[in-house]
């Protein structure tokens, strides 16, 4: 019998995707971490394909720091191996099986959980952190990323850190249950804004744990808020080349945050404060947006309503002022009576 030709034109272009990931470690992954994972994983039988740092990032949408941190927490995961070489310097990525001993499902203890996820991504509001989601500090885990926190934390201040600096970074990690990840972010940021002092450092990371957030995108948009808030102020006070002070700061929270006003009223506000005092003053826009707040202003055409309702306000003050002057006079002029018999006998003696 002749021997069969077998040819397959049947191209499946398909990555797949093991069942135990789905299960054990996407779940509790931030979903940035997962997106490199699959690309990875789209690469890794493709003889033809040659990536870079700066590949993955530019075909995600990340940045370079993103896909480092996304590395870390695979390696850390145990499901990639990162090759480095001598200057640490990232030369070769290996994938490892997903098969994790003792681990068979997603109902398994919390405890399990928290000792294998860093960066858990919830739908829902987050609720206030306890011990039981943190990993315990005396873990393998929990020391290898505190050691790598504190090298990279060097690496951020470009100094030795000392004692007390590294119980800082320390307490971010055990006491206020900050991941790896978003503490490395939270460094980042800093000295990227020009502060590397620990104690600014420090003042961030409470401000971030008493607003609830535990990822780096809840971060993200945590910066560009303060960002677009401040940078509304300082424009329109025409103050440039600077961050705002610790008390201006405090003005552009309370009217931000607690009044809620939206960046064009603050804007309106303080481009009245120039047009009044010609120069800026935090104070006097506190002022103006206090009384809008106790008005109940929400919108620019609320704003414009008030000012109508205060013209008509003065114009019709105005007119009653006018009246009870003019009736005033009036009533003040000194009447006088004249006898015109004598008049006129004077007016004839005169000729």
Partial sequence: ?????????????????????????????????????????????DPCSSITISTIADC???????????????????????????????????????????????????????????????????????KAKAVPIDSFRAQKEIKSLLFIAEQYLGKTLTHNEMETITYFYDTLHMSADLIEYLLESCV????????????????????????????????ALYSRNCYTVLNAFGIKNRGPAASELTYIKKWAEEYGFAPDIIEEACRRTIAATHQPSFEYADKILTKWHGRNIRHLKDVSSLDEEYQKERSSGKTAI??????????????????????????????
């Fill in 1 to 45: 019998m002749k021997t069969l030709t077998l040819k397959n034109r049947f191209q499946t272009n398909a990555t797949l995707l093991p069942n135990d990931f789905i299960d054990n470690y996407m779940i509790d992954a931030n979903g940035e971490f997962v997106k490199v994972y699959l690309f990875l994983l789209r690469h890794l039988d």
């Fill in 322 to 351: 006018r009246s009870r002057t003019v009736t005033k006079n009036l009533n003040n002029f000194e009447r006088r009576n004249y006898d015109m018999d004598s008049l006129e006998e004077q007016l004839l003696n005169s000729n």
């Fill in 60 to 130: 995600l949408n990340n940045t370079e720091n993103d896909i480092l941190r996304a590395f870390r927490y695979w390696e850390n995961a145990g499901l990639l191996c990162v090759e480095r070489d001598a200057d640490g310097r990232i030369t070769g990525l290996e994938m490892q099986k997903t098969a994790r001993p003792g681990k068979t499902s997603v109902s398994d203890s919390s405890a399990d959980a928290a000792q294998e996820t860093s960066a858990p991504v919830r739908k829902t509001p987050a609720a206030p952190r306890t």
């Fill in 192 to 223: 990227e804004n020009g502060h590397k002092s620990m104690h600014y450092i420090q003042k961030v990371a409470f401000s971030w744990a008493e607003a609830g957030i535990e990822t780096i995108s809840q971060a993200k948009e945590q910066s």
